[in-house]
């Protein structure tokens, strides 16, 4: 049985397996994950939905094979997560790809996504079913960064995921591994100068207690992608389409409630003396920059995904 | 409470040092303790290294850190089975202060069956991982996924024959018997080192 | 029903001898299985739970203990204090006390103290008329100093379970760690005026000089652990492998320690590693198994039904750590609980930091009781004794340290007090 064994009664029932790594006050799982459990088991039927939030059955990377093996029907992950199956899909959270959080959702909508999509399907046996940005990636650092130039010299940590170290090149900043549970005491230490990550990391981690600056910079649109296992084909028709509405309602919600978070965190932190916000960052630079190191560097299947979602930029 | 101290004063006659089960445990033991270490030697290094990079004018290795993650795998499931067989696993000792000498042998029996059943199950997982493994690769290094059971898989078969042969000792020489198959001694439960 | 009959059958295979990280991987197994999970999620789950970066500091800290041990540096300290202590009545029970205090900040874990200095001072106390269970006792006891001292294994632990500090959790045990070795000498001082066949041993200035001479550079093992950490040099695991380079290097050049020892210094650590670790990875399966029961969910709506107050959650911590610590591992009930207690604790605003200290200390005082007692055990191994002998002579010492355990409760600022004047 795919469903993780959930029952499967005769009536058509099915109660599918939801996990992701976020708090229940994060947005994925207020404006996300609930918003997707009461859409498809309002919708009637015969679907019904069991969240596990905060990693509970196991870390962010990790539940990827429980989705294929089918132990996990629906999960969130990070594109660059996603890469570990499919090396293409990881320029999803490239910097600079996606105009904002609404181009990113509208991509997967897209049939500019088809060929991506389709490829990362075939390759890992998980089907992708919507998308959505948890926020914009930006700096923390204890001067601000403003231009490229402004990285020269910082010790900034990147995930140690290869599109985040390919993102690091591309933006002109010299990576340096520190593992996320070490990386508050390697801020407030000066282990490392910064640090890049959403607004709602940024506040998790309570980094404003350790930086000075946080430039605006939303480099990456930290996605996550509504993954799906081998469930989704003992679904019926109806089944199916009301899944799949459920996660476009998700997706509108998304985008409205990150922006939402985003707004009230970046009012506490102007009102407050905690961090000072860098609203001038010169992100034409930065895009320039990291446009022209894409085309350069990149081939093969990987600039295939980059062309793709930039093409599909207004 | 009163629980009986050095369990090793109840001697069986254990298998002739020198013996050829004897000798074989010895050498598999090698084997699985060698990989284990270097294992720990991989970790040690590795942090070194990574501490050490962050002064000195080089990039960073991003894969240091997920290949010291996996050789704490590797050394853990690879030491698993000679810590059957140095009774290295901590356990609950009640049942050693039982007055009779028949029914602390048919606990010790039990309790390596069980082990054996159950290290047969794991390895069973481990073969599955390895076999049908999906295009899965670690973030880093890309090392298909399946290489992280290789080791694993090993550790459990030698728990599940180790245990065997721990309890097939128990059942013909006694309690004693079982844990004189290794002469290094370990730290847990009681036997220390010197 | 389901989670009563998973506990049952581990709670009988505990007391059948099958080892803590089997008793839990063997019923969580048949529950994968009779809930229909796929083959190889079991293995995937404890793999990836063993496969943690901050887990990565056990194997280094424990080397760096098994490293210290070989390199002479208790025997070492063991002088240095006798020398200090020479003419004090009931010196020895003193000296055992400040040998483990100096030793615990190169050790993690208790037992890999206890099984140090248990074999060099009880001999020795016993030679000189100090009665056996006073020995035991306070060789026992004041080895409970080094987990909670950082560096300290089950404080790693926590704090990757938790998503908390390690610097922080570290630096906020020091006092306690400090506030032990003072209750356990309260109970030296009363204790020992009740032997009158003690001897003392002389005392002088230049014996002083000569063993303290040999006792600054180890000493400066925990300057550079902990200094670095807080300094910013390197963090917390990266600290347990310098510290143990250090320690290796130190071994070397005091000729206590031969390059053809490591191997088997390798091996040591390798064994108690692999134990602790195993334990973890089943705990982990334990742990999967209760998030899709909703045991987190039950066990916080139980808790908070009894209270909300803060100190009151905290009381309950504390009784259900002294509880489980008496039958279970410790390292075993931290990644069963601390997932369940923290949200909890978040909840009623309970500091993460005084959580995981008094979870600590309350979890150590079970490696002194029967029947899981892992200190009880080593002594009595390495020294030939009923178990029950031992446990008589550690019983006066528990004293304190539920003493200390109420204290973290009541006045938190114990705890909190350096953490917040490191500004961590
Ligand atoms: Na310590
Ligand atoms: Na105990």
Redesign the pocket.
Known sequence: GGSGGEAEGGDGNVELTFAHSYTQDQPPHRCGAQVIKEEAEGADVGLTVEIYDSSQLGGDADRIASVASGDIDIDLQGASALSALHTPIGMVDAAYVFEDGQHLTDFFRSEASDDLVGAFEEASQVNVLGAWSIGARHFTANSPIRTPEDLDGLRMRFPGSPQFLQNAEALGAAATEVAYEELYLALQQGTVDGQENPLTNIDSQNMAEVQDYLSLSGHSLNSNLIVVGPVWDELDAEQQEALQAAIATAEDRMVECVAEAEEELLNEYRSGDRIEIVDDVDVEAFQERTDAWYRENLEGEQLAAFEAIRGSAE | MDQQSAPTDREGAPPTPGGTLHRIIKAVTAVELGLAALALLIIFVLILVQAGQRYLPVDGWAWTGELARFSLVWMTFTAAGVLVSRDGHIALQVVDTLKSERAVRAVHVFADLAMAVIAVLFARECWTLIADAGALRSPSMRMPMAWLYVLPLLGFVSTAIRSLVAGWLVLCHGVGAEHDTDSLAVPVNREVQP | MTIVLLLISIAVLLLLRVPVAYAFLGPGMVYLIATGQSVGLAMRLIAEDTASFPLLAVPLFVLLGSLAAHAGIAERLFDFALALMGRVRGGLGYVSIGVSLGFSWMSGSAVADAAALGKVQVPEMVRRGYSRPFSLGVVGSSALIAPVMPPSIPAVIFAGLGAVSTGALFAASVVPAFLMAAGLTIVVFILVRRQPDIQNVGFSWARVAETGKKVVAPLFAPVIILGGILGGFFTPTEAAGVGALYILILGLCYRTMKVRDLPRIFVETVMTTSAIMLIVASAALLGYVFARERVPQDLATLMLGISEDPTVFLLLVALLMLVL???VDAVAILVLTVPMLMPIAVDLGVDPIALGVLMIISLMI?????????VLFVLSSTLKVPVGEVFRGCLPFLVPLVAICLLVIFVPDVVLWLPGLLDL
């Open positions: 610590g008496t039958v079970g490696l002194l009781t029967p029947p899981v007692g892992t």
